[in-house]
T-cell receptor, first 113, second 116 residues
């Protein structure tokens, strides 16, 4: 049973470019959340998708957008990259319901130069 | 807003030593509390959780008790092993809306190194 898979594992982009990160949830899960983890910090919530809609959003600018597909997989898009966007981006999946634990992927390491 | 404050690291212990990592929180309502562990090069793994006051979460010899009166959820282990070396994150939940579940607010993490 595959867990949460994210691609790519590493990515290097130039300031001003756009990037797309991908996530496949754990089998049976229907909710996907994205977190940004800066070096030496805890993960920060970006947004959450359920039934192909953004359900919750953290304090991130509109440059951060996402999508969820009918098969529950998800993409995170970041436009106009800034140096400060360099971080580990974590995807977490779960089954809708308040007692369902989050399962995290290993993340995508984004470096903006 | 919600916040989590955990003990600054790094923490370095010898094998079989006693571990405590302090965690306090600020939240509206009654959040659920979690400890996650992150091994090098890996994603976060749920270590344990507690969903209401006085609950004790436990797993792999680790335990933490939800203390509402002190707004704390300290992580303890009686005898650490080299394999416990990792970054530990305290987190709280915030109930989501609609059919989705909660989002997590994390502390900054505590790096634990256990030497043989």
């Amino acid at each position: 049973d595959a867990g949460v898979t994210q691609s790519p594992t590493h990515l290097i982009k130039t300031r001003g470019q756009q990037v797309t990160l991908r996530c496949s949830p754990k089998s049976g899960h229907d909710t996907v959340s994205w977190y940004q983890q800066a070096l030496g910090q805890g993960p920060q919530f970006i947004f959450q998708y359920y039934e192909e809609e953004e359900r919750q959003r953290g304090n991130f600018p509109d440059r951060f957008s996402g999508h969820q597909f009918p098969n529950y997989s998800s993409e995170l898009n970041v436009n106009a990259l800034l140096l400060g966007d360099s971080a580990l981006y974590l995807c977490a999946s779960s089954l809708a319901g308040i007692n369902s634990p989050l399962h995290f992927g290993n993340g995508t390491r984004l470096t903006v130069t | 807003g919600d916040s989590v404050t955990q003990m600054e690291g790094p923490v370095t212990l010898s094998e079989e030593a006693f571990l405590t990592i302090n965690c306090t929180y600020t939240a509206t309502g009654y959040p659920s509390l979690f400890w996650y562990v992150q091994y090098p090069g890996e994603g976060l793994q749920l270590l344990l959780k507690a969903t209401k006051a006085d609950d004790k979460g436990s797993n792999k010899g680790f335990e933490a008790t939800y203390r509402k009166e002190t707004t704390s959820f300290h992580l303890e282990k009686g005898s650490v092993q080299v394999s416990d070396s990792a970054v530990y994150f305290c987190a709280l939940s915030d109930l989501g809306s609609g059919g989705s579940n909660y989002k997590l607010t994390f502390g900054k993490g505590t790096l634990l190194t256990v030497n043989p």
